[in-house]
């Protein structure tokens, strides 16, 4: 028992030390933050390989350490919503089990979990942006269209990349951990 919370513990630095890496290696950059890049793909590894509270651990700790990296803080609550809170709520994609699955409904639960872990940091980036940042809406958009549209615009294509990344990985790094 103890080995096996070494070896987790082991792998959630692992895994934020590497979505550090990929935050400094992103495929496009937003003008108010966020970008396109893999940095929730080792969050999710974490989450599936060993389950939620692992993920949503190595999550916390990936968004303080964005926080100590770049931080860019308007209000306290702003800073809860844009560091440590969205990177947990990836890790609740763990919580959806995988090898319960046959193998034809394998893919299909995993797009559906890694859905949930990016519609679950998406909504703490546009609650966000509603309230933090709707100044930059333009002249009569709502602040919630605004701030979908904007976080959306990263999110989706990040979501996407990280479900196509995880498919090759599903059997190698995922299924075959011993728990």
């Given at each position: 028992m103890r080995e096996k919370k070494v070896r987790i513990l082991a792998e959630i630095g692992m895994a934020v030390a590497l979505a550090v890496v990929f935050n400094f290696l992103p495929l496009w950059k937003m003008p108010q933050g966020g970008s396109v890049s893999l940095e929730m793909l080792p969050i999710l590894i974490i989450a599936f390989r060993w389950g939620g509270v692992p993920g949503m651990a190595a999550g916390l700790v990936y968004g303080l350490v964005q926080l100590a990296i770049n931080p860019y803080i308007v209000h306290p609550v702003q800073l809860i919503l844009d560091y440590p809170l969205p990177y947990m709520l990836v890790g609740i994609a763990g919580f959806i089990p995988l090898k319960a699955q046959v193998d034809s409904a394998r893919?299909?639960?995993?797009?559906?979990?890694?859905?949930?872990?990016?519609?679950?940091?998406?909504?703490?980036?546009?609650?966000?942006?509603?309230?933090?940042?709707?100044?930059?809406?333009?002249e009569g958009q709502s602040p919630w269209l605004y701030s979908a549209i904007y976080n959306g615009s990263y999110m989706i294509p990040s979501l996407i990349i990280s479900f196509l990344i995880i498919l090759p990985l599903l059997k190698k790094l995922i299924l075959n951990n011993k728990k």
């Open positions: 893919y299909a639960v995993l797009f559906f979990a890694v859905l949930l872990g990016g519609a679950a940091r998406f909504v703490s980036h546009l609650l966000s942006g509603v309230i933090f940042f709707s100044q930059y809406a333009p």
